[in-house]
């Protein structure tokens, strides 16, 4: 049984910082491809950054030089460190792991449940 759980959501001042976490158990995030989707209020969908089994990075526009996205191999574990965060950054974060590129479906790869952030 699969499962992503995220953390670390929560209300932040425009400028704040927060960190997100996904730990994964049935399922070793080591050498998998795992991104960071955004919904936000108008239904809106964002592959945000993704990292894959070589350690090879993306981030899309939206958030490159805010957000940093890493693994922590021992823990099971994928963080996505979020700096300068703005108003349009408010979204509900879903940790996707082996989903493809741009692809906001829920049969895409396996996904948590999901945490918001909220920035005023």
């Known amino acids: 049984h699969v499962q992503l759980v995220e953390s670390g959501g929560g209300s932040v001042q425009d400028g704040g910082s927060l960190t997100l976490s996904c730990t994964a158990s049935?399922?070793?995030?080591?050498?998998?491809?795992v991104a960071w989707y955004r919904k936000g209020p108008e239904n809106t969908c964002e592959e945000v950054p993704h990292i894959k089994g070589d350690g090879r990075t993306y981030y899309s526009d939206s958030v490159k030089g805010r957000f940093a996205i890493s693994q922590d191999n021992a823990k099971n574990t994928v963080y996505l460190r979020m700096n300068n965060l703005k108003p349009a950054d408010t979204a509900v974060y879903y940790c996707v792991a082996d989903g493809l590129f741009g692809v906001c479906r829920p049969d895409s790869g396996w996904w948590g449940q999901g945490t918001q952030v909220t920035v005023s």
């Open positions: 049935g399922l070793s995030l080591v050498g998998s491809y």
